[in-house]
């Protein structure tokens, strides 16, 4: 039996009474009520967060359309291949090491690349890290590797931007699927429709459903 709307207060005031979220959280669930037994069920929830610059993109990179397992494992191997991970470092192993970390000849030709621009200095994260949310992605966009998810991810988990909303990760349409009861998966634009009621906050449902997800 679904709560109350009082007891669904009560709730979720004990259960984020001290929460650094908090503010966004009590925002998103008098806007959305179907947000209310996610956020009491994962109140545990973390923030996907990465690195900025090289790294932060060689994490998201290796987790295009892998399981967070899978990508795990391959970024454990590929770190006792570095002295550390930063593009020189990345540059110095060989196609073979990489292979055999599970990166894919794809990945690979990536990750080469944008190792290389960057230590040619032909990425100015600093003045990435200043745009918009839609200047960025049409800017980061143009390396050859990074779409609009990794773009995207890129600006919540490693610019901790509020309001991001990856439409295109199957994790989030199999969860709002889940969250609104839907029939069947929801498309890109179904996803992003659906996501205007939690405007300005859109990450921390992101990272919610996520948890929900995994």
């Known amino acids: 039996m679904p709560m109350s709307k009082q007891q669904a207060n ?12 908090k503010e966004k959280i009590f925002y998103l669930v008098k806007k959305d009520k179907d947000l209310i037994d996610l956020f009491i069920n994962f109140s545990n929830f973390g923030e996907y967060k990465r ?28 770190k006792t291949k570095m002295l550390n991970i930063s593009p020189e470092s990345f540059l110095k192993v060989k196609e073979s090491d990489l292979k055999k970390c599970g990166l894919s000849k794809q990945k690979i030709n990536y990750l080469t690349g944008l190792a290389k621009k960057c230590e040619n200095k032909e990425i100015n994260f600093r003045k990435i890290h200043k745009m918009d949310d839609e200047n960025l992605v049409k800017e980061i966009t143009k390396i050859k590797g990074i ?17 991001v909303w990856p439409v295109a990760d199957l994790g989030l349409m199999e969860a709002v699927k889940r969250v609104k009861r839907l029939k069947k998966r929801p498309s890109e634009d ?10 300005p906050y859109r990450s921390t449902v992101a990272n919610v459903l996520w948890a929900s997800y995994d």
Request: with cysteine; hydrophobic share 45%; proline share 1%.
């Open 147 to 163: 779409g609009p998810w990794t773009a995207q991810c890129y600006m919540l988990a490693a610019l901790s931007r509020d309001d």
């Open 51 to 78: 690195d900025k610059g090289f790294k932060g993109i060689l994490q998201l990179i290796i987790e295009q359309q892998l399981s967070v397992a899978s990508a795990n494992a391959i970024y454990k191997k590929l």
């Open 190 to 199: 179904d996803m992003e429709k659906i996501s205007q009621i939690w405007r």
């Open 10 to 21: 009560i709730s979720l005031s004990k259960v984020f009474k001290d929460h650094k979220l």
